[in-house]
């Protein structure tokens, strides 16, 4: 399933006990800026929930990829090295919270407003998730309009890496292969302790 290709009915896929969801240029605005902020994702779903990612970014060279249960890589320029989130506190000051370099809109900015002396660090695509995997982030809000294929490989490497993306309504995981492939808003985290 892809933003390319999304015409199975629901009344077909809902039965798939297995998934891919690929979307194979995510970040259009910044490919098109040529920020080099753009990725290739490829997720793997399992009853609804991702069980393989895989994300490359072709700009740096760079390709990061998790199985469920076997942990979280990134390989950059031929070394390849695991991957942890960050530990930390919702009360903690200054976290770092990234947010959409195209899409920050007022719900987000307002979740954002509620934390202590936060920094904000914007970028484009999957790129959001790497980064609060790669622990540089604590915390990436989207109370705002994505797709499954925008969030399934990613959500993945971060989940490998100890971090979580919940539902911000029902504080749930993100599901996949539902009758709206649209997510709801979500917040994805590092280690919150």
Not at 83 to 105: W, Y
Not at 143 to 148: A, D, R
């Amino acid at each position: 399933i892809s933003e390319e290709n999304k015409a199975i009915p629901y009344e077909e896929r809902k039965d798939f006990e297995y998934n891919w969801l690929v979307d194979p240029l995510d970040g259009t605005k910044e490919f098109i800026k040529r920020n080099g902020e753009f990725t290739v994702n490829i997720a793997l779903i399992h009853n609804g929930a991702p069980v393989l990612g895989v994300v490359h970014v072709p700009s740096f060279n760079e390709t990061y990829w998790a199985v469920k249960g076997e942990g979280a890589y990134w390989e950059h320029n031929g070394k390849t090295q695991s991957i942890q989130a960050a530990t930390f506190s919702l009360s903690d000051p200054g976290l770092h919270v990234v947010c959409s370099r195209s899409h920050l809109n007022d719900d987000t900015q307002a979740f954002i407003d509620q934390l202590q002396s936060p920094e904000l660090v914007a970028k484009g695509s999957s790129l959001k998730f790497l980064i609060v995997a790669r622990g540089e982030a604590q915390i990436y809000p989207r109370l705002g309009p994505t797709m499954e294929w925008d969030t399934a490989a990613a959500q993945t490497v971060l989940e490998g890496a100890g971090g979580k993306v919940i539902d911000e309504e029902t504080k749930q995981p993100l599901r996949y292969n539902k009758e709206s492939l649209r997510n709801p808003y979500f917040i994805a985290y590092g280690k919150v302790q």
